[in-house]
């Protein structure tokens, strides 16, 4: 018999499913995902967790998109760092394979869609609260899920590169979830 925790963890999943079904209104075309192969997955993935949190989906843009996969490809061919660009134009996510823990695929295949589920993860870190949540929040480590959900952002793309210790990078426009405003 599953555990309670088990139990949980299957409704959040089928909920999420089906509020990613719900919140599709984009077909994200295969040239439109750069190398991000999942590129339809990832936007119903963010938008669906967007959807949790009341705040609008973002659209799937290309540009951003490209600058994603030149910045990933720009830090694989480095070894795979984790540094952000500078200067940052926009809200930038990284992430190495290695980061989070993915139950499947294998880290040398890391995708779009696996870089936003680690990004949301870490909604478990997040003190939803208190009456100043940015302040609050900003030692917690949850930059990343803020950034996925962050209610004024528009618009997203996503990248990813590398075989060794693949990486994956999102852009969002506008950039804020670093100054506090929503």
Same mark, same amino acid.
């Given at each position: 018999?599953?555990?309670?925790?088990?139990?949980?963890?299957?409704?959040?999943?089928?909920?999420?499913?089906?509020?990613?079904?719900?919140?599709?209104?984009?077909?994200?075309?295969?040239?439109?995902?750069?190398?991000?192969?999942?590129?339809?997955?990832?936007?119903?993935?963010?938008?669906?967790?967007?959807?949790?949190?009341?705040?609008?989906?973002?659209?799937?843009?290309?540009?951003?998109?490209?600058?994603?996969?030149?910045?990933?490809?720009?830090?694989?061919?480095?070894?795979?760092?984790?540094?952000?660009?500078?200067?940052?134009?926009?809200?930038?996510?990284?992430?190495?394979?290695?980061?989070?823990?993915?139950?499947?695929?294998?880290?040398?295949?890391?995708?779009?869609?696996?870089?936003?589920?680690?990004?949301?993860?870490?909604?478990?870190?997040? !003190?939803?609260?208190?009456?100043?949540?940015?302040?609050?929040?900003?030692?917690?480590?949850?930059?990343?899920?803020?950034?996925?959900?962050?209610?004024?952002?528009?618009?997203?793309?996503?990248?990813?590169?590398?075989?060794?210790?693949?990486?994956?990078?999102?852009?969002?426009?506008?950039?804020? !979830?670093?100054?506090?405003?929503?």
């Amino acid at each position: 018999m599953p555990s309670a925790m088990g139990r949980l963890r299957a409704a959040t999943l089928a909920v999420l499913t089906l509020v990613c079904a719900l919140a599709s209104e984009t077909t994200v075309k295969a040239d439109e995902g750069g190398k991000c192969s999942d590129a339809q997955e990832t936007y119903d993935t963010a938008n669906g967790y967007r959807s949790l949190h009341g705040a609008p989906p973002m659209a799937w843009s290309i540009s951003l998109a490209a600058s994603s996969q030149a910045y990933a490809e720009t830090l694989a061919a480095q070894g795979c760092p984790l540094i952000h660009a500078k200067p940052l134009a926009f809200g930038e996510n990284l992430m190495q394979a290695s980061m989070y823990v993915i139950s499947s695929p294998k880290p040398n295949n890391l995708r779009c869609a696996d870089a936003v589920n680690g990004w949301y993860s870490q909604v478990m870190f997040y !003190n939803f609260t208190t009456p100043t949540p940015y302040w609050t929040n900003k030692g917690r480590g949850v930059f990343h899920f803020s950034q996925v959900v962050w209610r004024s952002s528009t618009a997203f793309g996503c990248g990813v590169a590398g075989q060794e210790m693949p990486v994956a990078s999102i852009d969002v426009w506008p950039p804020q !979830n670093k100054t506090g405003s929503h």
